[in-house]
């Protein structure tokens, strides 16, 4: 471990090297292949809390009106969720059409996840990040109009109304915004606009 940290490996890797070592030592035990459990002797460093990175409002307002700028479309509406309701990109870009109540809020149950087969839905990452986060006006108002819009175009063409996903690509009706596109769009934007 003292070693790990020394390489620059954070607290949180070094303590999950350890668990990982505590429990096949104890199989090792229970086994009778050793002893002792040499483990149960030492303690893992204590896991420094890192302080948060947030932004100040002169950063989120650039970030936001940079994004609002941005094409495709669905990234300057993710930029908009996330910066509005702290929530994590693949919520964000996991968000459906059902997820938002008439009451101004929007309830977060899923998230989107990235595999071998690809993108996925899945459970969020903690039991306590299934919520309810109530939205700005503004965030209300912007996703009831698309949603509505969705509909409107949907009946008007008369056909199934699309993909389920508020930040679907084209124009809402496609696959869900991928949360890799998500983040390398901003990054991009973010570069691209550097004083």
């Known amino acids: 471990m003292h070693d790990m940290s020394a390489d620059g490996y954070a607290s949180k890797s070094c303590s999950k090297a350890f668990s990982l070592l505590k429990q096949a030592l104890k199989w090792a035990v229970a086994q009778d292949l050793i002893a002792k459990n040499p483990c149960d002797f030492c303690k893992p460093p204590r896991r420094a809390r890192t302080p948060i990175n947030a932004l100040s409002r002169e950063e989120r307002t650039r970030m936001l009106r940079l994004a609002m ?21 693949g919520e964000v870009c996991a968000l459906r059409r059902s997820d938002l109540s008439d009451d101004g809020t929007i309830t977060v149950s899923h998230a989107l996840g990235n595999g071998p087969g690809g993108f996925y839905v899945k459970e969020p990452k903690t039991g306590s990040s299934v919520r309810t986060i109530p939205l700005t006006k503004h965030l209300d108002t912007t996703l009831s109009a698309r949603r509505r819009d969705a509909e409107r175009v949907a009946r ?40």
């Open 69 to 89: 700028e941005a094409e495709p479309q669905p990234l300057g509406l993710a930029a908009e969720i996330a910066l509005a309701t702290g929530m994590r990109r």
């Open 156 to 195: 008007e063409m008369g056909v199934a109304l699309g993909g389920p996903h508020t930040l679907g690509t084209q124009g809402g009706e496609g696959p869900a915004l991928q949360p890799n596109a998500a983040r390398q769009g901003l990054r991009r934007l973010l570069r691209d606009e550097r004083p």
